[in-house]
């Protein structure tokens, strides 16, 4: 039996993604997102238009990436975002895709945790489900579920340069000091594992950025569970999001050292 899942205080927790995606609306146009947020605009009272997002299916084994061409003969569909009143979190919404989101803003809000935002996707997600049956769009066939933590590891707090990444993450030991070449100008790193059961991946990035709201140089370590989840069971759905949160949560407290662990508080198991 495994242990209690790792609890942190102070996770260095920046965003958090919880989304669904579905074979496409046939009968789903843009005026739909209009009417959509007419049901919600009390919630959520601001709206952003962002490009659709291409589909994603986890394939059943490793393939190379590859480029593709579509040629269409309408417009496509946009993504919207409808945001609410702190703008930290955001529901996003297009022809295939239903997602929610915490995010932080000024960099000092609290992480709400996760039981309170699986509830407040599951929620919305009934209502978008209700609605969907309202203007008899039908109702959508979930193919893919994905859960991201986007996590900003700030200077100054376990490390300071790329000589000492070895002391953030456990896996990872940069190059320099006594060899021939010295510490690295950048350094990213990308690792993918297997769910149990086929049910999908863990995608492990890792890579240096400028923040956007302060222009601080991080280490960005996004970590994406994507699967499908499991034709039987109760509540399949929320049945993937429990596994892939488990699967989030250990992977970050095994790839990253525990001198880390104490910058973010890690509780007693």
Known sequence: ????????????????????????????HAAHLGLY?????????????QV?????IEPGTVTAPATAI????????????FLDHTRNELI??????????????????????????IDRFKKEWIDYRIFLGDEKLGQPNVNQCELT???NLEPGF???????????????????????????????????YKLPEGRGRLHVQMQPVFRARDFKLIL?????????????GADPIFEWFALAHEWIVRGFDQLTEQTMHKFWKKKPC
Not at 38 to 48: G, K, L, Q, V
Not at 70 to 81: D, G, K, T
Not at 93 to 102: A, E, G, I
């Open 37 to 49: 947020w007419s049901r919600i605009r009390e919630r959520y009272p601001f709206t952003e238009d």
């Open 92 to 117: 996003q919404v297009q022809s295939d895709r239903f997602l929610r989101n915490w995010r932080q803003i000024n960099g000092s809000e609290t992480y709400p945790r996760f039981v309170y935002l």
């Open 220 to 232: 960005l370590l996004n970590i994406t569970a994507r699967g499908a989840p499991s034709p039987t």
């Open 149 to 151: 933590y986007v996590n």
């Open 52 to 56: 659709a997002l291409p589909p994603q």
């Open 1 to 28: 039996m495994l242990n209690p899942l790792p609890e942190f205080e102070q996770p260095p927790l920046d965003e958090v993604a919880i989304g669904v995606q579905f074979d496409p609306l046939k009968d789903f």
């Open 158 to 192: 376990g490390w300071t340069d790329y000589s000492e990444l070895a002391n953030v993450f456990t896996t990872l030991r940069a190059p320099g000091g006594s060899g021939f070449l010295p510490t690295p100008e950048l350094t990213t790193w990308e690792s993918r």
């Open 70 to 81: 579509s040629f269409q003969a309408v417009l496509p569909i946009p993504r919207s975002w």
